[in-house]
């Protein structure tokens, strides 16, 4: 009799805020950002036992690369050489979310995979192993594993306490286009060890939604100039979703290309994306809540 399969949700990340603080010398960048994470994503289920294996379904199946490169295989592989007789087994992920999206699907389908192999084999949440496979695994694994919002730092690996949102509804969209994360720090064009003077930091630790807003219009997402010039799309985004009834604030998240724009009301946000997904076919577009 075969082990009942255990399940694990894998949240969009979004990125409220992000600063490029500097290029490091060994080539990587420090960051500061205020992640969120979104009521839609992948979906992905464990059936313990037996060899290490990955299905994948969904509409973005194809995008999500051969099996022996996916970050869930890769995350299981890095607990397993940390875990002697570690419970392995059959993954299938629901791919949900597009791929190569400023998203962080994969990330958050390799934390999930890390939260089912801890379940598995009743792994405490916080064993230091699991956070380092997670380090090993992707610059942004770390803080998908719990999927709370928090500010992020270093390359990744700088977590913050979590932090408690005001209620926040958003419309996802992503133009159709992938953006290479690599691609777009390079169009940057930070030298090694070189600062970026471009804005302020985010100045918010708590409050209200009211306060929250003030403090993301002071701020930005440091790579969106970069990311318009590589896929003008972007720019078309953007100006569609900041002029949506309602909006707050649009923005590009992590590299790109999906942007968003929040809301106040689940009303409003849903009144947009249906307008948007009418006037733009070819789009992804997804009303959601932030937490």
Same mark, same amino acid.
């Given at each position: 009799?075969?082990?009942?399969?255990?399940?694990?949700?894998?949240?969009?990340?979004?990125?409220?805020?992000?600063?490029?603080?500097?290029?490091?010398?060994?080539?990587?960048?420090?960051?500061?950002?205020?992640?969120?994470?979104?009521?839609?994503?992948?979906?992905?289920?464990?059936?313990?036992?037996?060899?290490?294996?990955?299905?994948?379904?969904?509409?973005?199946?194809?995008?999500?690369?051969?099996?022996?490169?996916?970050?869930?295989?890769?995350?299981?592989?890095?607990?397993?050489?940390?875990?002697?007789?570690?419970?392995?087994?059959?993954?299938?992920?629901?791919?949900?979310?597009?791929?190569?999206?400023?998203?962080?699907?994969?990330?958050?389908?390799?934390?999930?995979?890390?939260?089912?192999? !801890?379940?598995?084999?009743? /792994?405490? *949440?916080?064993?230091? &192993?699991?956070? =380092? %496979? $997670?380090?090993?695994?992707?610059? +942004?694994?770390?803080?998908?594993?719990?999927?709370?919002?928090?500010?992020?730092?270093?390359?990744?690996?700088?977590?913050?306490?979590?932090?408690?949102?005001?209620?926040?509804?958003?419309?996802?969209?992503?133009?159709?286009?992938?953006?290479?994360?690599?691609?777009?720090?390079?169009?940057?064009?930070?030298?090694?060890?070189?600062?970026?003077?471009?804005?302020?930091?985010?100045?918010?630790?708590?409050?209200?939604?009211?306060?929250?807003?003030?403090?993301?219009?002071?701020?930005?997402?440091?790579?969106?100039?970069?990311?318009?010039?590589?896929?003008?799309?972007?720019?078309?985004?953007?100006?569609?979703?900041?002029?949506?009834?309602?909006?707050?604030?649009?923005?590009?998240?992590?590299?790109? !290309?999906?942007?968003?724009? /929040?809301? *106040?009301?689940?009303? &409003?946000?849903? =009144? %947009? $994306?249906?307008?948007?997904?009418? +006037?733009?076919?070819?789009?992804?577009?997804?009303?959601?809540?932030?937490?």
């Amino acid at each position: 009799m075969s082990a009942a399969p255990l399940r694990a949700r894998a949240p969009a990340k979004l990125n409220l805020s992000l600063r490029v603080l500097r290029r490091r010398d060994d080539g990587r960048h420090d960051l500061d950002s205020l992640v969120a994470f979104a009521g839609t994503g992948d979906g992905l289920t464990l059936t313990p036992a037996g060899e290490l294996a990955l299905t994948v379904e969904g509409p973005f199946a194809a995008a999500a690369g051969p099996d022996q490169d996916n970050l869930v295989l890769r995350a299981a592989r890095a607990l397993a050489a940390r875990v002697p007789g570690l419970t392995l087994g059959r993954f299938h992920l629901i791919k949900r979310l597009p791929a190569a999206a400023g998203l962080g699907g994969g990330s958050a389908d390799a934390a999930a995979a890390l939260r089912l192999l !801890a379940r598995a084999n009743r /792994l405490a *949440e916080d064993d230091p &192993r699991l956070v =380092a %496979a $997670a380090r090993e695994t992707g610059a +942004d694994v770390p803080v998908c594993l719990a999927a709370r919002a928090r500010r992020m730092g270093g390359t990744g690996d700088e977590l913050g306490p979590p932090l408690a949102l005001p209620p926040l509804f958003a419309v996802l969209v992503n133009p159709g286009v992938a953006l290479s994360t690599a691609a777009v720090f390079a169009r940057m064009g930070l030298s090694p060890g070189e600062d970026n003077v471009a804005a302020p930091p985010l100045r918010w630790e708590g409050g209200d939604a009211a306060s929250l807003f003030a403090a993301l219009n002071r701020t930005g997402n440091d790579m969106e100039a970069a990311a318009c010039v590589l896929a003008p799309v972007v720019g078309d985004a953007l100006a569609v979703l900041g002029a949506a009834r309602g909006a707050r604030l649009s923005r590009m998240s992590g590299s790109g !290309a999906t942007c968003f724009a /929040l809301f *106040e009301t689940c009303r &409003r946000a849903g =009144a %947009a $994306a249906k307008a948007i997904r009418r +006037d733009h076919p070819g789009w992804w577009v997804k009303a959601t809540t932030l937490r």
